[in-house]
C-alpha cells in the first residue's frame, strides 16, 4: 500500500495560505488544486440551483471538506470529499437514469472527478486512485476494467 | 526604572525590618553562626529562583543545577548577601537602628541585611543604551555578564542533550502526520502555554513542512525540537504516544520502512491506466 506523497501535504497547505500566488514549490499540483477548487465550486452552484434538498445537502458537505482537506493538509479529507462526490452520483440516478435538468450536475461532476484523477496520478496516491477509479467505474463503466 | 525598584524596595526591607522587627523571637540554639546561615539561605533562595524562573521551559533541570556558571551565578548571590549582613552588623548606618543585642536582633539584622543585598546587588545607576542593547551600569552588571554566560553554556548543554532525546523520540514520527496534530497537543498540555508562543511555534512548524529542500526524517526531527523548545521532552515524549500509530511512519508487513512515495509497481500501473482511459472518456 502506497503511502501519499512526501509532498502532498506541503502542497496543499501552500494552496491554502497562498492560493492564488505563485509560491508554491511544485506549480503544477497548485494548478491542479486550483482547478479542484474552481470545478466543486461550478459543481456546488449546481446543485444549489437544482434546488434539489439532497443534492444542496451533499454540495454543502462538498465544502466542508474541502475546507478540511487543505486545512488539514492530509490525503483522508480528500478521500472524503471523493466520497461525497459519489453519493452525488447516487442522487443523480436514483431515479435509475439521469433527469434532463440535471445534466449540467452531471457535467460539473465529471469534471470534478477528472481533477481528482489528476491530483491522484500526479501524487501517485494509490489510495485516493482507487476510491477514484471506483466513482469513475459508475460514470463511465464502459471504459473501465472492473477486474482492477 | 528597574534600577528606582531596587533602590525603593532596599529601603522598604530596610524599613519593615526596622518597624517590624523588634517583635522576633531571638535564634535560641543557633548561636553566632546562626543569622550568617539565614542570609546565606536569603541569597542562594533568590538566586536560584531566578535561574528557575528564566530556564523554567524546556530545562532540564539536573542540567541547570549542575551547569557551573548557574553555581557561580548562585554562589554570588550568597556572597554579596553575607556581605550585607558583615556590614549591617559593623558599620553604623545613618537612621538605621537594628539594635543586635536585643532579642531577635541579629535575625532582623539577617533578614534584612539578605534582602536589600539581593535588591542592590539587582541595581543599576544608569543604563546605557548602544544599539538594540541596554547596559546598565552598577552592581546589576555583574549579574548580567554572570546569567549571559549561563545562557550560552546551558545552550550548549541543553542542544547536545535535546538533540539526542528527541533523535530518539522522532526517529519513528511522520513529519507531514505529526505537523498539526503533535504541536496542538502537546501545547495544549501546557497550561501555561500563552497564546504568542503557540502561535509562533505553528508558524516554525509550517515552515519546516513546505520546505522541499528536506528529507521527511529532517522535517520530523525539526519539528520534535520545535516543540520540545518549549514544551520539554517529556511534554513531546507524551503526546507521541497519546497520538499512538497516527502519526507513525507506516511500516511494510515484511517489517522495513518502505520509501514513501514509491507505490508498489504492478498495482499502482493498473490503476494509473484505468484512471488514464477514465480521464478520456470524462473530458468532454
Not at chain 2, 556558571?69 to 537602628?97: C, D, F, H, K, M
Request: proline residues 4%.
Amino acid at each position: 500500500m502506497v503511502t501519499t506523497s512526501n509532498d502532498y501535504q506541503s502542497n496543499v497547505r501552500w494552496f491554502l495560505e497562498k492560493p492564488w500566488k505563485g509560491n508554491s514549490p511544485t506549480g503544477s499540483v497548485r494548478a491542479q488544486l486550483n482547478t479542484l477548487q474552481a470545478s466543486l465550486m461550478r459543481l456546488f452552484e449546481d446543485c444549489v440551483a437544482s434546488k434539489d434538498q439532497d443534492l444542496m445537502k451533499l454540495s454543502s458537505h462538498l465544502f466542508a471538506e474541502y475546507q478540511q482537506a487543505f486545512q488539514e493538509g492530509s490525503p483522508n479529507s480528500i478521500l472524503a470529499l471523493t466520497k461525497t462526490l459519489d453519493r452525488i452520483h447516487g442522487v443523480l440516478y436514483r431515479d435509475g437514469e439521469l433527469p434532463g435538468q440535471w445534466a449540467a450536475i452531471s457535467a460539473s461532476l465529471k469534471h470534478a472527478v477528472v481533477q481528482l484523477i489528476e491530483l491522484a496520478t500526479t501524487q501517485r496516491d494509490e489510495q485516493l486512485g482507487s476510491q477514484v477509479l471506483d466513482l469513475a467505474r459508475k460514470l463511465v463503466p464502459e471504459h473501465i476494467d472492473p477486474t482492477v | 526604572m528597574k534600577a528606582l525598584l531596587c533602590v525603593l524596595g532596599a529601603v522598604i526591607a530596610l524599613w519593615v525590618g526596622m518597624t517590624f522587627g523588634s517583635g522576633l523571637p531571638p535564634i535560641d540554639g543557633m548561636g553566632l553562626i546562626g543569622p550568617w546561615i539565614l542570609c546565606g539561605v536569603i541569597g542562594a533562595v533568590t538566586g536560584s529562583i531566578e535561574l528557575m524562573q528564566r530556564y523554567s521551559r524546556g530545562t532540564n533541570l539536573p542540567l541547570l543545577l549542575g551547569n557551573p556558571w548557574a553555581i557561580t551565578y548562585v554562589a554570588v548571590n550568597v556572597v554579596i548577601a553575607l556581605i550585607s549582613y558583615q556590614l549591617v552588623r559593623t558599620e553604623s548606618i545613618p537612621g538605621l537602628n537594628l539594635s543586635l543585642s536585643e532579642p531577635g536582633g541579629q535575625l532582623r539584622a539577617a533578614i534584612v541585611a539578605g534582602i536589600a543585598g539581593m535588591l542592590l546587588l539587582r541595581s543599576a545607576f544608569v543604563s546605557i543604551r548602544t544599539g538594540e542593547r541596554e547596559y546598565p551600569v552598577g552592581p546589576g552588571l555583574l549579574l548580567d555578564v554572570l546569567i549571559e554566560q549561563v545562557d550560552h553554556r546551558l545552550d550548549q548543554g541543553r542542544a547536545v542533550q535535546s538533540f539526542q532525546e528527541v533523535l530518539e523520540i522522532m526517529k519513528d514520527v511522520d513529519a507531514t502526520k505529526a505537523a498539526v496534530s503533535l504541536a496542538s497537543l502537546a501545547l495544549q498540555m501546557l497550561e501555561r502555554t500563552s497564546k504568542d508562543t503557540q502561535e509562533e511555534v505553528r508558524k516554525e512548524i509550517d515552515a519546516i513542512i513546505v520546505r522541499p529542500d528536506l528529507l521527511l526524517r529532517a522535517k520530523a526531527l525539526l519539528i520534535g525540537i520545535a516543540i520540545q523548545k518549549v514544551a520539554g521532552v517529556n511534554v513531546l515524549k507524551q503526546a507521541i504516544e497519546s497520538l499512538g500509530s497516527e502519526i507513525l511512519v507506516k511500516q511494510s508487513s515484511g517489517g522495513e520502512a518502505r520509501d514513501e512515495g514509491t507505490p508498489t509497481a504492478e498495482n499502482w500501473d493498473k490503476i494509473e491506466s484505468q484512471l488514464r482511459a477514465a480521464k478520456s472518456s470524462l473530458l468532454p
